[in-house]
């Protein structure tokens, strides 16, 4: 049969109760076939032959079915793949029929392993067709590339490295570094790794080294320390506020008592011109009981008057206190009332400085949270491309050694054209054939093929009419040496001629006979 699909893998979702899952491709045993369950976690199972499924179908050029013991649960994944053994079993006898279906057969199934290969490659890494890689080979042992990790080098080269570097401490000037070592600059405590194998010189910091372009920035702790910094003065400054505000409280509480103090003093001041007032009268009233009794008594007029007098003169006075008293009452009530208005202000400035601060301890707690994410980051994003680079290099290597195997097998000019079979003269022959060598001898224009012992033709008989095949046709000169092989006759048509120094060997109990 001629092979017109490359399809060798077929893959289905279980749903817990289909039990039978059908492959489209030929198969030459039922243990070419690779059964694998993928769970819902990805865990991976291969399965066994007649311990969990069978196969029927071999050797049909449409496949056949795969029958699973147990129905695939939903969530899980049956993949189906033909896997041939990478071995050619086909032996060619000389001078027997030539056997055209084993032949074929045999073509059939290099084709399936350079689709299984082509199917492998398929879901390799590797790198573009434009891209060059001058090797992808590495010589490092087992032991020297334990927890290591496969990375590109300054050339885009694969080597195997340390996950990040090697840590070689504090810089220091006329020191050898190499590509991947790490250091610490002790300037401002920032982390570089080497991009560029070199000898240092020069002072720190590094970003203003001449070596700056050799070294790649990992852990940038000077604007770490920098937003810590303005972080604790935002701090300080909001500690700073909130005190402010207490003392403006305080002072705020202070004027509100001296306002009490004003407004209960005005009260005493007036209780008292009031009482003064009220003596005023009593003195009045006096001066005229006086003035009453000195008309009856002349004696005690110009007594009475005397006294008459003085009462007025202090009830005039004491008049004149209350006014003024009564004034000073005014004059401390607004006093008191200006007081309040200026303590109701402070409080309303404690409160709006209490309000920034806590803004601004809000914004330095921000502000260190974000320096530490970006850290964190940074570190989880060099752990990635350190395990990306592991992963390509693996699969650049295992890409190489499959072309490799690949480029090694029988071309062929199309998928339904002719294998490309080894031409040449008898001259040409290898000098050292081992059994099963296979080629097409220009000298005689016939396949031959080498039994361990001698070249021998392979078919050549020509056809009479129609599809007949009655005739066979040979040579009428023997070139070069030839040993019948031992107990086997060989018969060849006359006449035959033997060219001058060529032996041909009749080993005992075989015989040569020439018609």
Not at 147 to 156: L, M
Not at 180 to 209: E, F, L, M, W
Request: some cysteine; charged content about 10%; glycine content about 6%.
């Amino acid at each position: 049969m001629t092979v017109s699909s490359s399809t060798s893998r077929v893959q289905f979702n279980g749903n817990g109760s289909t039990t039978v899952f059908a492959y489209s491709f030929k198969i030459f045993d039922q243990d070419d076939l690779t059964v694998i369950v993928r769970s819902a976690n990805g865990t991976e199972t291969v399965k066994t032959i007649t311990t969990h499924y069978t196969v029927s179908g071999v050797g049909n050029a449409g496949g056949g079915n795969v029958t699973m013991l147990t129905a695939p649960a939903s969530g899980e994944t049956l993949t189906i793949l033909r896997e041939q053994d990478l071995v050619q079993e086909l032996d060619l006898v000389p001078n027997d029929p030539f056997p055209a279906q084993s032949l074929e057969d045999a073509l059939d199934k290099l084709t399936f392993i350079v689709q299984q290969h082509d199917e492998e490659l398929g879901r390799s890494i590797k790198a573009s067709r434009t891209n060059t890689i001058g090797s992808t080979e590495f010589t490092v042992s087992a032991a020297d590339r334990a927890n290591k990790v496969f990375a590109f080098n300054s050339s885009g080269e694969l080597a195997v490295t340390q996950e990040l570097g090697t840590y070689r401490g504090n810089w220091a000037t006329s020191t050898a570094y190499a590509e991947r070592d790490i250091i610490k600059d002790t300037s401002n405590d920032n982390i570089y790794i080497c991009v560029t194998a070199h000898t240092s010189t020069g002072s720190q910091p590094i970003s203003s080294n001449a070596d700056v372009a050799k070294w790649a920035l990992l852990v940038d702790a000077a604007a770490a320390a920098t937003s810590a910094s303005a972080a604790a003065s935002s701090a300080s400054a909001a500690a700073t506020s909130a005190t402010n505000a207490a003392n403006s409280a305080t002072a705020a509480a202070g004027s509100a008592s001296s306002a009490s103090s004003s407004a209960s003093t005005a009260t005493t001041q007036a209780t008292n011109a009031a009482s003064s007032a009220s003596a005023a009268a009593a003195s009045a009233a006096a001066a005229a009981a006086s003035e009453s009794a000195a008309a009856t008594s002349e004696s005690n007029a110009a007594s009475s008057e005397s006294a008459a007098a003085a009462s007025a003169s202090a009830a005039q006075t004491a008049e004149t206190n209350a006014e003024t008293a009564e004034t000073n009452a005014e004059t401390a009530e607004t006093n008191a009332a200006a007081s309040a208005s200026a303590a109701s202000t402070s409080a309303s400035n404690a409160a709006s400085s209490a309000s920034a601060a806590s803004t601004s301890a809000t914004n330095a707690a921000s502000s260190a949270s974000a320096a530490s994410t970006s850290a964190t980051n940074a570190a989880s994003s060099a752990t990635a491309a350190a395990a990306s680079a592991s992963a390509a290099a693996t699969s650049e290597t295992n890409a190489a050694a499959s072309a490799a195997l690949a480029a090694d097998r029988v071309a062929k000019t199309s998928d339904t054209g002719s294998a490309v079979i080894p031409t040449g003269t008898q001259a040409q022959r290898d000098g050292t054939p081992s059994a099963g060598y296979f080629r097409f001898n220009s000298d005689v224009a016939k396949f031959e093929g080498y039994n361990g012992a001698a070249w021998g033709s392979v078919g050549g008989g020509a056809t009479g009419g129609g599809s007949d095949e009655v005739f066979v046709e040979n040579g009428q000169t023997v070139t070069s040496n030839y040993t019948i092989t031992t107990n086997k006759n060989a018969l060849s048509a006359g006449p035959i001629s033997v060219n001058s120094g060529v032996v041909v060997t009749i080993p005992s109990g075989s015989s040569w006979v020439v018609l």
